[in-house]
C-alpha cells in the first residue's frame, strides 16, 4: 500500500437535526500520482457524499467508473472498494437509514451506491470554492443549514423515531419485538414502515449497528476477548459473531484485529467513513 497524508474531522449536528443526521464530516487525503484504491467498510449509516478531485467505483462490467458529486451510499452488507488519485477531498453526512430518504424526498432503495438527480447538487460549486480555499467550517455551515431548511419541511414518523432510539440505545442488540414495543407498535407495522423508509429490516440495520460495535472495540482493543464481545453484543457465541462480522467485513475478527495490531496508520488507509472521533 502506497503512504498518503490523510486529515479526518467530524461536526456534531444542531439540535434541530439529531433525529436525523449522526454527524457531519470532512476527509481529505492525498494520495499520490498513481490511482489507488480504498475500501468502505459497512456501518449502520447512509452517506451523502459531495467529494473534490476524483473518486471512482467498480461498475458492473467491472469498469472504473467515475461518480457523480453528489451521490449517496445507502447501507452496505459487505465492503465497496473507491479509487482516487492525486488528493480527494470530501464533505459528508452521515444520516439515520431510516430518516435519509424522507429527508431527500427520495423513494427508498438498496442500492449500494445511489445516483441521483436532486436540487441539493446545487450546493456542489459553492462547496468546492470553499474547500478549495480551505474553508472547511463554512462548508460545513452551509451543508447543514441546507439540512435545517429541508428537516423543517417534514414530518419524522414518531413511529420510527422511537424505533430508531430504542436500536441506537442498545447498539443493534435488542430483537425486534423489543423495537416495536419501544415504537408502540405491532412487529408488523414497525417492519413495513421501517422497509419503507429506509429499504431494509430492521434486523439488517441492527445486524450492522452490532458489527460496527466489534469492528470498533477491535480497532481500539485488539485483544479483546472475541467469546466475551459475543456475549456482549447479543450473538448466539463466538461462532456466529465471527460469520456475521466476515459476512460485512470480508475479513474474520482475528484477521482484522492482527491488522488493527500492527498499527492504526495501516489500517486507516482502507477505509474512508471509518475514523472515530
Known amino acids: 500500500m502506497l503512504p498518503f497524508e490523510m486529515l479526518h474531522q467530524e461536526f456534531d449536528p444542531p439540535e434541530e437535526l439529531q433525529d436525523t443526521i449522526k454527524c457531519f464530516w470532512y476527509n481529505r487525503r492525498e494520495v499520490g500520482e498513481l490511482q489507488t484504491g480504498f475500501e468502505v467498510i459497512p456501518d449502520g449509516y447512509a452517506e451523502i457524499i459531495f467529494y473534490f478531485g476524483s473518486l471512482s467505483s467498480v461498475s458492473p462490467n467491472g469498469d472504473l467508473q467515475p461518480l457523480p458529486s453528489p451521490f449517496m451510499m445507502g447501507l452496505l452488507n ?64 452551509l451543508v447543514k443549514q441546507y439540512f435545517l431548511d429541508a428537516r423543517s419541511r417534514i414530518a419524522i414518523d414518531s413511529m420510527l423515531f422511537k424505533a430508531g432510539i430504542a436500536m441506537r440505545k442498545a447498539n443493534g442488540t435488542i430483537p425486534v419485538s423489543q423495537v416495536a414495543a419501544a415504537a408502540h407498535a405491532t ?28 469492528r470498533n472495540k477491535l480497532w481500539h482493543s485488539p485483544d479483546s476477548n472475541l467469546a466475551g464481545l459475543a456475549l456482549e453484543l447479543g450473538y448466539t457465541d463466538q461462532a456466529h459473531l465471527s460469520r456475521e462480522f466476515k459476512r460485512y467485513s470480508g475479513s474474520t475478527p482475528a484477521a482484522f484485529a492482527r491488522k488493527a495490531k500492527k498499527g492504526r496508520k495501516a489500517v486507516t488507509s482502507d477505509f474512508v467513513a471509518f475514523i472515530q472521533a
Open 78 to 141: 459487505q465492503p465497496v472498494t473507491f479509487h482516487t488519485e492525486k488528493r480527494l477531498e470530501i464533505i459528508a453526512i452521515r444520516c439515520f437509514p431510516w430518516t435519509v430518504f424522507d429527508l431527500l424526498g427520495l423513494p427508498s432503495g438498496k442500492d449500494s451506491v445511489h445516483i441521483f438527480e436532486h436540487p441539493i447538487a446545487r450546493l456542489q460549486s459553492p462547496l468546492a470554492k470553499l474547500v478549495e480555499a480551505g474553508k472547511i467550517d463554512e462548508a460545513v455551515a
Open 187 to 214: 412487529v408488523r407495522t414497525l417492519e413495513r414502515k421501517f422497509k419503507q423508509s429506509s429499504g431494509y429490516t430492521v434486523k439488517d440495520v441492527s445486524g450492522l449497528m452490532r458489527f460496527e460495535q466489534v
